[in-house]
């Protein structure tokens, strides 16, 4: 194979690994603050809940207060019934009497309603603070482990980098200059591989001739159509890095 065709696969494949790493590498922060806010929005719920019960039982107390204050209002007016002149006063007495008992039946309806929502936010309340300390710790460790993967990115990303302007440097210039002119034009790819007669890029047929040439794999030949380099064995898919040696040793023979 020839040495710049070489160079050239692997300087695309190193460029490919180096951009998937990018995309890893600055997704993280967003990744991180996604996991931060479904904690927030937990605790911030489970506060939220916290206040719901604490109105709930100051709601309740009032009630309470209010039908105390009628309890009393009715004992005197019962008191009263005692001491008024007329049937008239009497039954207008009983009448306020009866009104009085129908607003306590109305508010303890309502303290009735209070209870069954309060306890309703109680099992919420407590199954939440249950899972409060279990969530902090899931966030926590799955931070840590994507600024783990994060770390390790970089140093990958650095040794590609590295290995990359090694093969930069072994490049006649006329050729790295084409690779990266390829590899600005046409969204980073730059190098694709020649099957069956197509250019896998942008799937024409290529001249016989041209295709001919490509399977030689000893000269950089572009694509007539998307200008792209071709080769005959596709070195860029992600494999192991034994099994493309063995296939540049094949190709090579
Ligand atoms: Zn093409």
Redesign the pocket.
Known sequence: MHPDLKAVIELQQLDQQVAELTVLIDSLPTQIQTLQSQLDDFIHAHEERKKRLAANLKERKDLEGEVKVIQEKITKHKDQLYQVKTNEQYRAMLKEIEGEENNIRKIEDQILEKMIEAEDIQKHVQEAAARLEGEKARVAAEIKRLQDERQKDLGERERQQARRKEVAALLSESVLALYERIRTNRSGVAVVEARDGL?T??N?RLRPQVYNDVRRNDAVLT?E??S?ILHILSLLRSRPRAAIKEQWLVNSC
């Open positions: 250019c890029a942008c024409v694509c159509n998307c792209r």
